[in-house]
């Protein structure tokens, strides 16, 4: 293999990809990394050494460092079913609190980090929005056509608009305001803006 095959982390038939327990453990220092300094700082070569591995290894199994932390994000995250309680209320509030929600201090913390790493690197902000956002976003609204077809949502409600707003308070209060997410204050924002908005 040449020199430039393997500073670029080419793959070939001698260089398996990275996964299972080795991918998990690069995924758990990309993290470790990313609260500690933030994505700014996060560099390949700094998970690598943090990981006990090559850089080499890194590029082997992601194209670069967006890919990379997105792809640890989502592992913290797991995988996340629909939740489905019967009414609109309850499938909120089942979302968004809990592992993984906006009342994970962890997963919050991360996002903070990532919030000037989105305004600064165009290539992060769209992997980070397509891989990331798109999947919640398509998740809740998922949730809301369902509850358009229990009838609980008015016809002419633009679930364009309503859906980002749960989310935006959240992040507007924890971020701007300094009041963590907690179940209580999802659970208002849910009763006193959401449904009001959507049953008017």
């Known amino acids: 293999m040449s020199p430039q095959a393997k500073e670029s982390g080419t793959d070939s038939p001698q260089r398996p990809r990275v996964e299972g327990e080795r991918e998990q453990e ?58 489905d309680t019967g009414t609109l209320r309850g499938d909120l509030i089942a979302s968004f609190c809990g592992a993984g929600g906006m009342t994970d201090p962890r997963q919050m913390a991360i996002v903070g980090s990532l919030i000037t790493a989105i305004s600064r690197d165009a290539d992060f902000a769209e992997v980070f929005q397509r891989d990331f956002v798109g999947p919640k976003t398509a998740r809740t609204l998922a949730i809301f056509q369902r509850a358009r077809e229990r009838g609980e949502i008015a016809e002419d409600v633009d679930l364009d608009i309503v859906i980002p707003a749960l989310p935006g308070i959240l992040l507007h209060r924890r971020f701007l305001l300094g009041e963590a997410p907690t179940d209580d204050l999802i659970t208002q924002v849910v009763d006193q803006v959401i449904l009001p908005a959507v049953t008017r």
């Open 26 to 83: 690069i995924l758990s220092a990309t993290l470790e990394i990313l609260a500690e300094v933030g994505y700014d700082l996060l560099t390949m070569d700094r998970v690598a050494a943090a990981a006990k591995a090559s850089k080499a290894t890194l590029y082997r199994r992601w194209r670069g460092k967006p890919e990379l932390v997105i792809e640890a994000l989502l592992a913290h995250k797991g995988e996340q079913e629909i939740p």
